[in-house]
């Protein structure tokens, strides 16, 4: 009987209990993920309120500009990648595999992002709620003069967004699929067509 219990509360075990609940909620987490998958708007609705939450309670504080500034260029960096072909044009990938058409009469290859928008959006929430939990500690809290910082964001918006839209200008593609044609193709009807 004592070995028995030997076993139960032996380390082994109890790592392995930690193991399997730490996988378990893995699991849980990830089968939440999989749920919201199909609701964008929604999903997207979240984040920007998120967002508006964490900047309403900066204002509010007065305080952790650094950290603003840093979400800040984080999204930033997120939406060029959102923005950008899979296979960048400008690299030259010719023999290695698919490019992006430049002529009208190339063949249509959709658009394929770096950052897909699942993750985009994923990786906004996550580091919002990363910010939103960093402004709860004093440590984070540097002093600026954060009229500076907000200049140096806009500046850097300005400058990496034009530089993109050039890209997207030279290489003729739009990463959005609101205004595209779309193609239909033939319908089937139900008719059988029998050979002559």
Partial sequence: MM?????VS?????SN???????RLQQIYQKKLDDVTP???ARWVFAVLLTIGFLARIFI???WYIVTYALGIYHLNLFIA???PKI?????FEDDGPALPTRSNEEFRPFIRRLPEFKFWYSVTKSTVIAVIC????CFNIPVFWPILVMYFFTLLCITLKRQIKHMIKYRYLPFTHGKPKYKGSQDTGKVISPK
């Fill in 61 to 63: 504080l007065q305080g």
């Fill in 39 to 41: 609701y964008a708007v």
């Fill in 3 to 7: 070995q028995g219990d030997d076993l």
């Fill in 17 to 23: 209990a930690i193991v399997l609940a730490w996988k």
């Fill in 10 to 14: 032996s380390p082994v075990s109890r």
């Fill in 82 to 84: 959102f923005l950008t």
């Fill in 88 to 92: 960048d044009p400008a690299l030259d």
């Fill in 135 to 138: 402004t709860f500690f004093e």
